[in-house]
């Protein structure tokens, strides 16, 4: 009992501290109050939305922001680097003038809000908006991916720290426009970016050349269609310029994902990988990164993965094109899929079944195998191969039974004899699937909510090396994003 009461008084206490017993019940259903300077902050933007109305003499729009982490129409951000997020973006759409596209920011000035800076852009949209520090003065500058029309970008970076004027006043007239306009740091093209439906702008936010500062990589498909590059943009010397640019895959005709991650080796170099279609449709995985090149006294842009020969990156996947780059063994560097096709036997298609060895790249141009898997997309899962069972397997498949998909690993023994089965692996959906279970005799490798994963062995001349234990330790599921991120 003495325990009993002395889990339940702190809650109690809690409740008398937050005042909910002394509220009358009408009041516990009340939404919840807007902080206390929110009205002189609506205040403001109301302000500037009539000052925009009466000049240009049609009603502004408030402009979405398409993708990205900052995607509210009014975003809070610490853009001076003290650790309180005192200003206010918001974005207007101006029909039907020059520069439609506008971005106010706005500051706290005692209890009020006054606009501090202004960008300015064309276009249909404001696709992206990220916040960073770009030339090392602590404050963060913008950097925006304005969508001209549908496939066509231009990315921009602007900083506000060369403004030191308040506008106290509804913002009317070019003239006061142009007193708080930010410093447009870079104005540049960059292609789109297209896997499915997932679409966006070709950029990524890294520090390249680990000065601390943030850079910026484009990557643009050639005009001709044909080709394509990666350009890093950067401050260096008190100002903002390109800090090289390296060519992509001969070929590429479109982009298909952009990440940028590590390389292997002391102190994690930066490096990004960008994945791009052929114009045959096969895919190609370019990395770069900073490279120091012998005869240079600083580090250059370089394809670590190019084939110089070829014109084209080692890391081609043809045939099977749905493997990316991702960190498979969680130790901080991304790897990059090679898929080999599988053996078949009888009337089985090879391209069903490819087994994945995934390769990391250091700084050098290194590259190193780190392990081989068989993935599942289909079923959301993968296993981890021992390195044994190279050029000894094929894998087949059996849905017949309703509510269970089976993959079925077997002993290779060449095309003119039947392979012979050691080990199969189940997902279970049926709402009998515990009874399947275990009129099955699987033993559970993973039970998730809406799935059970489920295996058994087979008597084979071969031994698998592998046990119910070890097994486990080498399955997993594929995990929501894994392809994107």
Same mark, same amino acid.
């Given at each position: 009992?003495?325990?009993?009461?002395?889990?339940?008084?702190?809650?109690?206490?809690?409740?008398?501290?937050?005042?909910?017993?002394?509220?009358?019940?009408?009041?516990?259903?009340?939404?919840?109050?807007?902080?206390?300077?929110?009205?002189?902050?609506?205040?403001?933007?109301?302000?500037?939305?009539?000052?925009?109305?009466?000049?240009?003499?049609?009603?502004?729009?408030?402009?979405?922001?398409?993708?990205?982490?900052?995607?509210?129409?009014?975003? /809070?951000? #610490?853009? &001076?680097? %003290?650790?309180?997020? $005192?200003? *206010? =973006?918001?974005?207007?759409?101006?029909? @039907?003038?020059?520069?439609?596209?506008?971005?106010?920011?706005?500051?706290?000035?005692?209890?009020?809000?006054?606009?501090?800076?202004?960008?300015?852009?064309?276009?249909?949209?404001?696709?992206?908006?990220?916040?960073?520090?770009?030339?090392?003065?602590?404050?963060?500058?913008?950097?925006?991916?304005w969508q001209i029309s549908t496939g066509v970008y231009?990315?921009?970076?602007?900083?506000?720290?060369?403004?030191?004027?308040?506008?106290?006043?509804?913002?009317?007239?070019?003239?006061?426009?142009?007193?708080?306009?930010?410093?447009?740091?870079?104005?540049?093209?960059?292609?789109?970016?297209?896997?499915?439906?997932?679409?966006?702008?070709?950029?990524? /936010?890294? #520090?390249? &050349?680990? %000065?601390?500062?943030? $850079?910026? *990589? =484009?990557?643009?498909?050639?005009?001709? @269609?044909?080709?394509?590059?990666?350009?890093?943009?950067?401050?260096?010397?008190?100002?903002?310029?390109?800090?090289?640019?390296?060519?992509?895959?001969?070929?590429?005709?479109?982009?298909?994902?952009?990440?940028?991650?590590?390389?292997?080796?002391?102190?994690?170099?930066?490096?990004?990988?960008?994945?791009?279609?052929?114009?045959?449709?096969?895919?190609?995985?370019?990395?770069?990164?900073?490279?120091?090149?012998?005869?240079?006294?600083?580090?250059?842009?370089?394809?670590?993965?190019?084939?110089?020969?070829?014109?084209?990156?080692?890391?081609?996947?043809?045939?099977?094109?749905?493997?990316?780059?991702?960190?498979?063994?969680?130790?901080?560097? /991304?790897?990059?899929?090679?898929?080999?096709?599988?053996?078949?036997?009888?009337?089985?298609?090879?391209?069903?079944?490819?087994?994945?060895?995934?390769?990391?790249?250091?700084?050098?141009?290194?590259?190193?195998?780190?392990?081989?898997?068989?993935?599942?997309?289909?079923?959301?899962?993968?296993?981890?191969?021992?390195?044994?069972?190279?050029?000894?397997?094929?894998?087949?498949?059996?849905?017949?039974?309703?509510?269970?998909?089976?993959?079925?690993?077997?002993?290779?023994?060449?095309?003119?004899?039947?392979?012979?089965?050691?080990?199969?692996?189940?997902?279970?959906?049926?709402?009998?699937?515990?009874?399947?279970?275990?009129?099955?005799?699987?033993?559970?490798?993973?039970?998730?909510?809406?799935?059970?994963?489920?295996?058994?062995?087979?008597?084979?001349?071969?031994?698998?090396?592998?046990?119910?234990?070890?097994?486990?330790?080498?399955?997993?599921?594929?995990?929501t994003g894994w392809y994107y991120e």
């Amino acid at each position: 009992m003495k325990k009993l009461c002395r889990l339940l008084l702190p809650g109690a206490l809690l409740l008398l501290l937050t005042g909910c017993l002394f509220r009358p019940p009408a009041d516990l259903y009340k939404p919840p109050e807007a902080p206390p300077d929110y009205a002189q902050l609506k205040a403001a933007i109301s302000e500037v939305r009539s000052g925009l109305e009466a000049e240009f003499q049609t009603t502004p729009d408030a402009a979405s922001i398409v993708s990205g982490d900052n995607t509210a129409t009014i975003q /809070l951000q #610490d853009l &001076d680097g %003290d650790g309180l997020r $005192e200003s *206010a =973006v918001t974005f207007f759409k101006v029909p @039907g003038i020059e520069r439609p596209l506008k971005i106010y920011i706005f500051s706290q000035v005692g209890e009020d809000y006054a606009v501090t800076g202004l960008v300015e852009g064309d276009g249909a949209a404001i696709y992206s908006v990220d916040y960073v520090d770009l030339n090392g003065s602590g404050s963060r500058e913008l950097v925006v991916c304005w969508q001209i029309s549908t496939g066509v970008y231009q990315l921009g970076a602007y900083t506000l720290d060369e403004l030191d004027g308040v506008q106290k006043v509804t913002v009317t007239g070019s003239a006061d426009r142009s007193t708080l306009l930010a410093t447009q740091m870079l104005l540049t093209s960059c292609s789109m970016v297209t896997d499915g439906s997932n679409v966006s702008g070709g950029y990524c /936010l890294l #520090d390249f &050349d680990q %000065d601390t500062r943030t $850079e910026i *990589a =484009v990557a643009r498909i050639d005009s001709s @269609g044909l080709g394509g590059l990666v350009e890093v943009y950067g401050w260096r010397e008190g100002s903002f310029d390109s800090l090289g640019s390296v060519g992509l895959s001969s070929g590429i005709v479109s982009l298909n994902r952009l990440r940028s991650n590590c390389l292997k080796g002391e102190l994690y170099p930066p490096a990004l990988y960008i994945t791009g279609t052929l114009d045959g449709g096969s895919r190609v995985i370019d990395v770069t990164a900073y490279q120091q090149v012998e005869g240079k006294t600083e580090k250059q842009l370089v394809n670590l993965s190019l084939d110089r020969e070829t014109g084209v990156s080692r890391e081609l996947l043809q045939g099977y094109t749905d493997a990316a780059p991702t960190d498979i063994n969680e130790d901080y560097v /991304l790897e990059v899929p090679s898929p080999t096709a599988l053996p078949s036997f009888g009337d089985a298609p090879a391209a069903n079944f490819w087994l994945i060895d995934w390769n990391q790249y250091d700084a050098d141009g290194g590259r190193t195998q780190v392990m081989t898997t068989y993935h599942n997309q289909s079923d959301g899962w993968y296993l981890e191969l021992p390195e044994d069972w190279r050029d000894k397997i094929t894998i087949s498949r059996n849905d017949q039974v309703s509510g269970q998909r089976e993959v079925i690993f077997s002993l290779w023994l060449g095309p003119d004899e039947s392979p012979q089965p050691f080990l199969s692996i189940y997902r279970l959906t049926g709402n009998n699937r515990a009874a399947a279970l275990a009129r099955g005799g699987y033993f559970v490798l993973r039970e998730e909510e809406s799935a059970i994963y489920a295996a058994r062995f087979y008597t084979c001349s071969w031994s698998c090396g592998l046990d119910e234990t070890s097994l486990r330790d080498r399955f997993k599921t594929i995990q929501t994003g894994w392809y994107y991120e």
